[in-house]
């Protein structure tokens, strides 16, 4: 059992930065995909980034290809989303996920394809 705690969200305006963190505990961090979705108020969760359990590939949903960067600690059990230069529509709840796997497991993308979910936090960015 993994548990996930994320931190870091809030309010900015347009142009700024946040960066998420999710704290991993239970379970063997170093196994597990990790990856980060987002979900705005009446809509559908969605795919935001993900990341391999080696860390050796990435994968972003094009809305924000370039502006974030997943990354992950396996010392400090640890996955981050670097969200820059924000825009309106990226505010919803994020959410981080994990899923243990094998070494050579392909790049996971979709929300049934994760087990372990944190409860969200709130980021919100004004025009």
């Known amino acids: 059992q993994v548990q996930l705690v994320e931190s870091g969200g809030g309010s900015v305006q347009a142009g700024g930065s946040l960066k998420l963190s999710c704290a991993a505990s239970?379970?063997?961090?170093?196994?597990?995909?990790l990856a980060w979705f987002r979900q705005a108020p009446g809509e559908e969760r969605e795919f935001v980034a993900a990341m391999t359990r080696s860390g050796g590939s990435t994968s972003y949903a094009d809305s924000v290809k370039g502006r974030f960067t997943i990354s992950r600690d396996n010392d400090e059990k640890t996955v981050y989303l670097q969200m820059n230069r924000l825009k309106p529509e990226d505010t919803a709840v994020y959410y981080c996920a994990a899923r243990a796997t094998i070494l050579t497991a392909p790049m996971y993308t979709a929300a049934i394809d994760y087990t372990y979910w944190g409860q969200g936090t709130q980021v919100t960015v004004s025009s």
């Open positions: 239970g379970g063997t961090f170093s196994r597990n995909a």
